[in-house]
């Protein structure tokens, strides 16, 4: 198994609704990661999970909050998000955050109205 | 981190070769060369990793000159299915806790018939 999955695949939310993004890997890999990325442009990273702890946090707004329950899960909650947040959320994984070769999930499109 | 500079795009016909280069003029030593490949609406997909002279695998070929400031990714005999955006990202593999990992501006290929 070489995927990562995430869902939803797409979500539409109201800026005062809370959802969640999720992102699965079963590949044992120890480091993964959240990027977003607007249309036309390339990925920005966003945080990065290093054997479960929080090693990388791009200096994201706090209505984006990540979490890492165990190796192989990584959520990204959302709160209050406003319509600039629209993009494509994508989850990386790699082996152990020392291989620079990530596999990329198909990411969740995500609308703020 | 290093920076990096390709084409904004390229155009190109079925079953000619596409060379794409990557100018990185403050790679540091330890950093290696690592191209993706992104379809619309999905997720980046790795092609090919480098740190000096030529890779081939099974999709493309990485020419790095040896002073190493810049790289060039070679398709050959490209299809349709070879449109995409091409990104390539330069940074040292060998760091713990997870790997900041930052996209550059991406090539934009279109394979016409």
């Known amino acids: 198994d070489t995927e990562v999955t995430q869902t939803p695949k797409h979500l539409v939310m109201g800026m005062t609704n809370k959802k969640s993004l999720k992102c699965e890997q079963h590949?044992?890999?120890?480091?993964m990661y959240w990027y977003k990325q607007k249309a036309k442009k390339p990925p920005e990273l966003m945080f990065v999970?290093?054997?479960?702890?929080?090693?990388i946090n791009e200096s994201v707004p706090s209505r984006f909050s990540p979490e890492c329950p165990n190796s192989s899960l990584l959520n990204l909650h959302l709160h209050a998000l406003q319509p600039e947040d629209s993009a494509l959320y994508l989850c990386a994984s790699s082996q152990d955050g020392t291989d620079e070769k990530l596999f990329f999930g198909s990411g969740t499109q995500l609308s703020v109205l | 981190l290093a920076k990096t500079t390709q084409p904004i795009s390229m155009d190109s016909y079925e079953g000619q070769e596409v060379n794409i280069t990557c100018s990185h003029n403050n790679i540091a030593t330890n950093d290696y060369i690592t191209w993706y490949q992104q379809f619309p609406s999905q997720g980046p997909r790795f092609i090919i990793q480098g740190y000096k002279t030529k890779v081939t695998n099974e999709v493309a070929s990485l020419f790095i000159p040896a002073d190493r400031k810049s790289s060039t990714l070679s398709l050959p005999r490209v299809s349709l299915s070879d449109t995409a955006v091409y990104y390539c990202l330069v940074g040292d593999p060998i760091k713990a806790a997870g790997n900041k990992l930052t996209f550059g501006g991406g090539t934009r290929v279109l394979v016409k018939p």
């Open positions: 590949m044992g890999h120890r480091a």
């Open positions: 999970y290093s054997y479960e702890k929080l090693s």
